[in-house]
């Protein structure tokens, strides 16, 4: 099945793309993923279909460029806003997803198309965590963002994939004594500590 194929009669879903991020999130998170999966009344073998299709969509000669694709599947962004990062404008559109009310999947574009970054924040007018001590990031607690924020300055490390990124940074534990951290995320929600 090509999800690109206009003869295919099962288009890539929202809930199909929700299922992709959980496949990637399972890797440190089964228990999580498996809960999640249950609220979407849907099992593990959706998923590795919904994944084996997107990873299908990435590579068909006919794909299209990752805003169309975003577009496609999650329908117009609930915004559209200009982020200026450096020299650059960027564009930032935004869609919600039914798993995580309080985030918005995020797509940054360059001039030209090409796209920057594809991940979870935080939505607007969302109430934001602010962990205070190592103990308060629990996995899917907070965004990449919101951990830099509490512990700046945090430096961002390559990740173990493409949709994985590391932050490492010094926090202080419950009894105060600081140590320095490195924090894994997937799609930009934090999946665990990995020091």
Known sequence: MDPMDPTDTAPF??????????RRMADHQPGLVEDALRRLD???????EANRRWQAMLRS???????????????PPESVTERRIGDLTMEAAAWPLPLWPDLR???LTAPG???????????PGAA????RTVEELRPWSCTVDEVARAFAPARPMEGTAPTRWQLAFTAPDATGERREHVAEFTWGLLQRLVR
Request: aromatic share 10%; net charge positive; hydrophobic share 45%.
């Open 13 to 22: 879903t929202p809930l199909d793309f929700q299922l992709v991020l959980l």
């Open 113 to 123: 198309g090409a796209v920057w970054n594809e991940w979870l924040v935080r939505a």
């Open 42 to 48: 849907t099992g593990r073998a959706a998923m590795r």
């Open 61 to 75: 000669p006919r794909r299209r460029g990752a805003g169309a694709r975003y577009r496609s599947v999650l329908g």
């Open 128 to 131: 934001s965590p602010e962990p």
């Open 105 to 107: 999947f995020e797509v």
